[in-house]
């Protein structure tokens, strides 16, 4: 599969996807940034992945290969217990095609895995079981507080059985969060490197049609509970004078819409592309994240990102990871608290006219702009499997 170079190590990088959530997420951005930053190095990206029927098309480097069972759904006892052995044909899917298409044509396979539960890593662990691992490097990207998980041992559990099965050294724990990583690194006793966010290579574009004179506040992606569905059903109802002056820009799936007298919904397809992406990011002024603190407290937001490197205004919930990121660069007056809706609505009034607030988002947005992007995800990349091989 890799091609072999004159006098340089041949590798690959396989990113393991159990999941691909029906592309609502992050997944196909990322690793569509993972693979410009393996090819800066000179490294072979494959994607191994369980296909899902909502999407269809794919990179020519995405391989359709494991079994789509779903380990993250719910279930009763009995369930839960098929779901092991439904983690034992996952993670034999991920073997065979390691072993008859990638092991043979490198010199170092990293596989790499960054959204998980722990069944998803119980079936990598098969995998490794099944495959010669003497050329093994495996990388897992803890994105959530699983120190607080009721099954966090499992985690540390089966960090500690790829110890065991490949060299120890050769696995490496990542994170995307400074907060999340000395978390995770008190409760795993080890080291976990914080990666960054590669995805921020945004398509800049034209914004949309004229806004008369509204101040735009979007809400990115699917407003699900845990990003403040039921706080945004508040502010639509809160009836002001200025709430007209303000118009919310949402999925069609949030069932929101306007009041009398409150603020003007905008309904939008629930799946942008990436340049209608941009192109929603440029029109507005404000980026809206009531995302609950403890679903956040410490993860980040590829959003909130994004929304920085556009140099916009982004509100969050206090005591998140995004407010703790807005507080380095004294924007505290950026994290609030939304139960007064009345307030909330004069807070986005208020910042979106400010130029102080403006001037430090700037200031944000120039050293964000210095960490996250796919030239340092890549050498990072090329310092983690060094200091492995030394």
């Known amino acids: 599969m890799a091609k072999e170079e004159t006098g340089k190590i041949n590798i690959n990088l396989v990113s393991f996807i159990p999941n691909l959530v029906g592309m609502e997420a992050h997944v196909l951005p990322y690793h569509q940034s993972v693979t410009q930053a393996a090819n800066m190095i000179n490294w072979q990206h494959i994607v191994i ?71 998803q890593l119980l079936a990598l662990v098969f995998t490794l079981l099944f495959i010669p691992t003497e050329k093994i490097h495996v990388w897992l990207l803890y994105r959530r507080d699983t120190h607080k998980a009721k099954t966090r041992f499992i985690y540390k559990f089966l960090n500690n059985i790829i110890k065991r099965i490949i060299r120890p050294y050769r696995l490496q724990l990542l994170t995307d969060s400074e907060l999340l990583s000395k978390s995770l690194s008190n409760y795993f006793q080890e080291p976990v490197m914080v990666m960054p966010i590669p995805h921020t290579d945004l398509i800049i574009s034209d914004s949309f049609v004229d806004k008369n004179d509204q101040i735009v506040c979007w809400l990115p992606g699917y407003l699900r509970p845990e990003k403040g569905l039921e706080v945004m059903k508040s502010l639509v109802n809160c009836i002001t004078k200025e709430a007209k002056k303000i118009s919310f820009v949402v999925a069609k799936s949030s069932g929101l819409t306007s009041g009398v007298d409150g603020v003007q919904i905008e309904l939008i397809k629930n799946n942008l592309t990436r340049s209608e992406y941009s192109q929603w990011l440029m029109t507005c002024d404000i980026v809206l994240m009531p995302y609950d603190c403890k679903a956040y407290g410490e993860r980040t937001s590829g959003i909130f990102t994004e929304c920085v490197m556009a140099g916009k205004i982004p509100i969050v919930t206090q005591n998140t990871w995004m407010a703790n990121e807005l507080y380095k660069y004294h924007l505290e007056e950026l994290a609030i608290e939304w139960e007064d809706t009345t307030q909330v609505i004069l807070t986005i009034l208020k910042v979106s006219h400010e130029p102080n607030i403006k001037t430090k988002i700037a200031s944000m947005q120039k050293q964000y702009e210095k960490f996250h992007n796919i030239e340092s995800f890549s050498q990072k990349m090329k310092f983690i499997f060094e200091q492995s091989c030394s």
């Not at 480097?61 to 069972?69: F, G, K, Q």
């Not at 899917?93 to 043979?104: S, T, V």
């Open 49 to 119: 992945f369980a296909p899902h029927p909502s999407v269809k098309e794919l990179p020519s480097n995405w391989i359709p290969c494991l079994s789509t069972n779903d380990l993250e759904l719910d279930g009763n006892l009995l369930q839960k217990i098929t779901k092991i052995i439904s983690a034992f044909k996952l993670g034999r899917n991920g073997a065979n095609y390691l072993r008859h298409q990638i092991l043979n044509s490198s010199e170092h396979t990293i596989i790499f895995l960054e959204r998980f539960i722990h069944l």
